[in-house]
């Protein structure tokens, strides 16, 4: 059902190419052609300049969009005299930022998946902040957060603006309807959709969803690229800019007791609205929101031997200044086959100098079949130790590697980070797995000091046999 939901919904889609310009109109003729901002805007609609960018960044990473709008956006948030104190702060328990300042050992974290979300809760009121790092004032770092929804925005009024970060949406069950001021994106499971910061949206249950669970990436650093494809080539492999898909314009006109919810310096602020801020009527511009299917990544592998570095997985990253480093990569774990021979086929044992957040959108995880479950979390830090568990490492040891696997049910994902991910305190209070390290214990140790190898040593794969 989910799948004909979505399909249907593409009729409301436009392809192009991530990073590149997109355009739309709702009305003929609302988008001007010649220029920007005509003295005389077509329809008498207010031209307004959303950037993304400094006005002054190279071309190559500059991001834009002139939006053709109803009102302009100044009245859609608080603008009378008392505007100062119109917004008042939200007290969210569960949806925090950084920097924290509790205790955070070098350990490995796993956190359990969130219950289902009430009928009377929103995406608002159900997020919950896993993980974070960096800092939104200063646009470093990042934040991990899942939600568990059963009503959508929408029924309240509500629409949000977070002006600190991008918004990465992952759905992990159930379809959401992702409205923007652009128009609106349809996701469901194995999916996501990706906010610029900046813009307002509003999260609503999908059709035929009575619920929705998931995890939603807050990236405070730069905006979000397709990592260059080098040896791998120019046609495909990995995540094709083409499969990124932009809404097309829809606009309301309406008016009513409305709420806006604004994060800012990561704080979070309730506001009165008079007017819907879905009144954009044309736009075009290449700082937009877009979805994507990951069911469509062109995984790459090995077809001989060893396991590859994890980063074949890239779909997109947010990089730093420093070449090759990122603020954060998003990295995916799809269904995929795997014919390494004379190989130790899952992750390797490893200590990196980036730091992990895992989680699962969809069956099992190869490194941890039995124990990591749709909807949790683990975190792996700078420098902690992590790897297969212990029926992991004996599989592994044991199976036949002349035959190739096909690996199905299976899609899990990994936000990877230059900065150690900081568990909030919610988290470690009401979430914390601290039995996760014990799957480690069933690791036996194999040393045999009599146990001498060949005299020649086998290649991983040869090539001469037949």
């Not at 003729?29 to 960018?53: C, D, F, I, M």
Request: hydrophobic share 35%; glycine share 10%; charged share 20%.
């Amino acid at each position: 059902m989910l799948r004909s939901f979505a399909r249907r919904a593409e009729i409301d889609l436009q392809h192009g190419g991530y990073g590149g310009f997109f355009h739309s109109e709702a009305l003929a003729g609302a988008l001007p052609r010649k220029q920007n901002s005509p003295q005389q805007p077509p329809y008498g609609l207010y031209p307004e300049l959303v950037s993304g960018t400094a006005f002054t960044v190279p071309r190559v990473k500059n991001r834009f969009s002139w939006l053709y709008r109803i009102r302009p956006s100044v009245q859609h948030s608080p603008h009378g005299q008392n505007a100062f104190d119109s917004y008042d702060p939200l007290n969210h328990l569960t949806w925090v930022s950084p920097p924290f300042f509790h205790a955070c050992p070098p350990v490995q974290f796993r956190f359990s998946p969130i219950p289902e979300g009430d009928a009377n809760v929103d995406f608002i009121d159900g997020t919950v902040t896993i993980a974070a790092n960096g800092d939104p004032t200063g646009g470093d770092g990042c934040s991990a957060n899942v939600f568990a929804m059963g009503a959508s925005m929408s029924s309240r009024g509500r629409f949000l603006r977070n002006s600190d970060a991008d918004t990465l949406i992952l759905p992990q069950n159930g379809a959401l309807e992702v409205r923007t001021e652009f128009g609106t994106l349809h996701i469901e499971p194995q999916e996501l959709a990706l906010i610029p910061r900046g813009l307002v949206f509003q999260v609503n249950l999908g059709s035929g969803s009575k619920s929705a669970r998931g995890y939603f990436l807050e990236n405070f650093g730069d905006a979000f690229v397709i990592p260059d494809l080098g040896p791998i080539g120019i046609s495909g492999g990995l995540a094709h800019p083409r499969h990124f898909m932009a809404p097309v314009a829809k606009y309301e006109e309406a008016e009513g007791d409305f709420e806006l919810i604004s994060k800012f310096l990561g704080r979070v602020y309730t506001s009165p609205l008079q007017q819907s801020p879905f009144d954009v009527v044309a736009w075009y511009g290449n700082l937009v929101p877009v979805k994507y299917d990951l069911r469509l990544f062109n995984a790459i592998n090995t077809v001989t031997y060893d396991h590859p570095d994890p980063s074949i997985g890239t779909v997109m990253s947010s990089y730093t200044n420093t070449p090759g480093l990122a603020n954060c990569d998003f990295v995916i774990f799809p269904p995929r086959w795997v014919a390494s021979e004379g190989t130790f086929r899952p992750p390797w044992f490893h200590r990196n100098v980036m730091s992990e957040f895992m989680g699962l959108l969809h069956g099992s995880y190869d490194a941890k079949p039995d124990s990591f479950k749709p909807g949790a979390s683990s975190i792996h830090n700078r420098h902690v130790p992590h790897g297969p568990d212990g029926g992991a490492v004996k599989a592994g040891t044991e199976n036949d590697t002349t035959n190739p696997e096909r690996y199905n049910n299976t899609l899990a994902f990994m936000w990877e980070t230059r900065l150690p991910w900081h568990p909030t305190e919610y988290a470690l209070q009401s979430l914390h797995d601290v039995a996760y390290p014990e799957c480690w214990g069933s690791v036996s140790k194999r040393f045999d000091p009599t146990a001498r190898p060949p005299s020649v040593e086998p290649y991983g794969f040869d090539g001469t046999k037949k």
